[in-house]
């Protein structure tokens, strides 16, 4: 069984907080439950696995600028 670590970190990198799934649960799972932690952002830097509408809705609505690519698929 493979895991994977979502995790919140500062503009230097430090580590602010975690969440661990299983790896063959959607990144989608780890975003809704590190959505909360991400109060003082200017922006969120994350990899396409995190690429949704529901997810740049709520960043946006937090005045955090997405800097997701896309899926291949959008």
């Excluded at 661990?20 to 590190?34: F, K, P, R, V």
């Excluded at 200017?42 to 005045?63: N, S, V």
Aim: hydrophobic share 40%; proline share 4%; with cysteine.
């Amino acid at each position: 069984m493979n895991t994977k670590l979502h995790a919140v970190t500062d503009q230097h990198g430090r580590p602010l907080s975690f969440f661990m799934t299983a790896g063959q649960i959607s990144d989608y799972t780890g975003a809704a439950a590190l959505l909360d932690s991400l109060s003082m952002a200017q922006w969120m830097l994350a990899d396409r696995g995190y690429d949704a509408d529901w997810f740049r809705d709520a960043l946006e609505e937090k005045g955090i600028k997405p800097c997701i690519p896309g899926r291949k698929n959008r």
